[in-house]
Nanobody, 122 residues
C-alpha cells in the first residue's frame, strides 16, 4: 500500500496563502480517487477537495475558488494550494486514498497520512 505524508502546514495570517504537499511512497497512478480533508477538534471531519480516478475535481463550497488541488505525477506528490485563507480554515489537514474511483464524502476515504496543522490568525 502506498503511504502518504503531508507537509507544509504552519501559521499564516488571514488573507495569506499556504501550499500543502502530500508525498506518496510510490506511484499515484491508481484506479482510486485521492483527496484532502481537514479536522478541527470537536468537529466532524470535512472533505474539502478530491480528484476522481478519471480526473474529475470536487471542491467543498467552503473552499471553492480559494483552494486548488493539483498533483505532480513525476514526483508522486499532491498539492493543496490555499489562497485567501481565513480563521475558519484552521485545522489538521490530511490527504488520503479513496476506496474507489470517487471521493464525495468522508466515508469514501480508505487511508490517509499523519496530517499537517494549519493555523490561520485573524
Amino acid at each position: 500500500q502506498v503511504q502518504l505524508a503531508e507537509s507544509g502546514g504552519g501559521l499564516v495570517q488571514a488573507g495569506g496563502s499556504l501550499r500543502l504537499s502530500c508525498q506518496a511512497s510510490g506511484s499515484i497512478f491508481s484506479p482510486n480517487a485521492m483527496g484532502w480533508y481537514r479536522q478541527v477538534p470537536g468537529k466532524e471531519r470535512e472533505l474539502i477537495a478530491s480528484r476522481s480516478s478519471g480526473g474529475t475535481m470536487y471542491y467543498a463550497d467552503a473552499v471553492k475558488g480559494r483552494f486548488t488541488f493539483s498533483r505532480d505525477t513525476g514526483k508522486n506528490v499532491l498539492y493543496l494550494e490555499m489562497n485567501n485563507v481565513q480563521p475558519e480554515d484552521t485545522g489538521m489537514y490530511y490527504c488520503g486514498w479513496g476506496r474507489g474511483p470517487y471521493i464525495l464524502r468522508m466515508e469514501d476515504f480508505r487511508s490517509w497520512g499523519q496530517g499537517t496543522q494549519v493555523t490561520v490568525s485573524s
